[in-house]
């Protein structure tokens, strides 16, 4: 029997997730599909309690719908409990659970891309305080090292810090320096840098020779803090790492095989990324 799965949000047209699920649906040679559904406010709660009367096994939560979808499943599992937001349902029998897989995204892409990166760092720098730098401490709390939050509004990386204990420190940007000088792996976590949002504008020379400089910006794939941070030796992972390898877990949960991240599916996603900007760039 065919099994569904989709991806819900508003709006949901330039979401990328379709063709990865698609690539790995085809080539793993399943009977399935993974399907857009956008959905205005006023439908989506209605629509995520009735998933399976829609026909689907479970699916994806974007934008604006994370923190309903976290407020909406029947159970929670630990990481979306903490980040306080939900990207991922299936069914346990007939009970709708909800799970977060940014974090482990992130995690996977750095131990996939440069593997040992954790065994001599002790603390990481992250730029932001909004759901991705939520998960990204969770993440990273996961491996027992300290984070230092940078936000533009304190108030929100207190927040995180009160919530997840005294390994997380929030600091102000004039401290950025120091931050930055001490620092095993820095993460922007915010949405500056993205295409048609505000640059982001920082100075990458405190930071450490061999520290990792991670962008979770996929728009563009070589943001201006990934071309710096190459231009200075360091070692990097990009946005569209973390989108591919967040995707793997629910994929695993819906159709009952564990995927691959494999060159040609990060290749046919970023060739998709990248030809919208070679149209803005004519
Ligand atoms: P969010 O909850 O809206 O948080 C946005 C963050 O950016 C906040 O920390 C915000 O600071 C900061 N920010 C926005 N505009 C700013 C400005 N002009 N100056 C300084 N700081 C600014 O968004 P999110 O869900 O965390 O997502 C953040 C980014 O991560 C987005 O670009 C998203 O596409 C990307 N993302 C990527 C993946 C992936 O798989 N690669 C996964 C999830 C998210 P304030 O708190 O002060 O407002």
Same mark, same amino acid.
């Given at each position: 029997?065919?099994?569904?799965?989709?991806?819900?949000?508003?709006?949901?047209?330039?979401?990328?997730?379709?063709?990865?699920?698609?690539?790995?649906?085809?080539?793993?040679?399943?009977?399935?599909?993974?399907?857009?559904?956008?959905?205005?406010?006023?439908?989506?709660?209605?629509?995520?309690?009735?998933?399976?009367?829609?026909?689907?096994?479970?699916?994806?939560?974007?934008?604006?719908?994370?923190?309903?979808?976290?407020?909406?499943?029947?159970?929670?599992?630990?990481?979306?409990?903490?980040?306080?937001?939900?990207?991922?349902?299936?069914?346990?029998?007939?009970?709708?659970?909800?799970?977060?897989?940014?974090?482990?995204?992130?995690?996977?892409?750095?131990?996939?891309?440069?593997?040992?990166?954790?065994?001599?760092?002790?603390?990481? /720098?992250? %730029?932001? !305080?909004?759901? &991705?730098?939520?998960?990204?401490?969770?993440?990273? @709390? +996961?491996?027992? =090292?300290?984070? $230092?939050?940078?936000?533009?509004?304190?108030?929100?990386?207190?927040?995180?810090?009160?919530?997840?204990?005294?390994?997380?420190?929030?600091?102000?940007?004039?401290?950025?320096?120091?931050?930055?000088?001490?620092?095993?792996?820095?993460?922007?976590?915010?949405?500056?840098?993205?295409?048609?949002?505000?640059?982001?504008?920082?100075?990458?020379?405190?930071?450490?020779?061999?520290?990792?400089?991670?962008?979770?910006?996929?728009?563009?794939?070589?943001? /201006?803090? %990934?071309? !710096?941070?190459? &231009?200075?030796?360091?070692?990097?992972?990009?946005? @569209? +790492?973390?989108? =591919?390898?967040? $995707?793997?877990?629910?994929?695993?949960?819906?159709?009952?095989?564990?995927?691959?991240?494999?060159?040609?599916?990060?290749?046919?996603?970023?060739?998709?990324?990248?030809?919208?900007?070679?149209?803005?760039?004519?």
């Amino acid at each position: 029997m065919s099994v569904r799965a989709c991806i819900m949000g508003h709006p949901v047209a330039h979401s990328r997730s379709p063709l990865l699920h698609g690539h790995w649906l085809e080539t793993l040679r399943i009977d399935g599909a993974y399907d857009r559904v956008d959905l205005a406010s006023e439908a989506f709660a209605d629509f995520f309690r009735a998933l399976r009367r829609h026909g689907y096994a479970g699916g994806n939560v974007t934008i604006p719908y994370k923190e309903a979808a976290f407020r909406l499943v029947d159970r929670r599992e630990p990481a979306a409990a903490a980040i306080g937001a939900v990207n991922t349902v299936w069914y346990d029998s007939d009970v709708l659970v909800g799970d977060n897989t940014d974090w482990l995204g992130m995690i996977a892409s750095l131990d996939a891309i440069h593997p040992g990166w954790d065994a001599s760092a002790e603390r990481v /720098a992250v %730029l932001g !305080a909004g759901g &991705a730098a939520r998960a990204a401490a969770y993440g990273f @709390l +996961s491996r027992q =090292l300290d984070v $230092a939050i940078v936000n533009r509004t304190r108030g929100r990386a207190q927040q995180i810090a009160d919530q997840f204990g005294p390994k997380i420190s929030v600091h102000e940007r004039k401290d950025l320096p120091s931050v930055l000088a001490t620092a095993d792996v820095l993460l922007n976590a915010t949405s500056l840098g993205m295409a048609g949002q505000e640059p982001l504008d920082l100075d990458l020379a405190p930071l450490k020779r061999d520290a990792i400089v991670y962008d979770i910006v996929y728009v563009p794939l070589a943001t /201006a803090l %990934l071309k !710096a941070a190459r &231009a200075r030796g360091h070692r990097v992972v990009d946005g @569209l +790492s973390m989108l =591919l390898y967040q $995707a793997v877990p629910g994929f695993a949960r819906w159709f009952g095989v564990t995927p691959t991240v494999t060159p040609e599916l990060r290749a046919l996603v970023a060739a998709d990324i990248v030809r919208p900007e070679k149209a803005e760039a004519r």
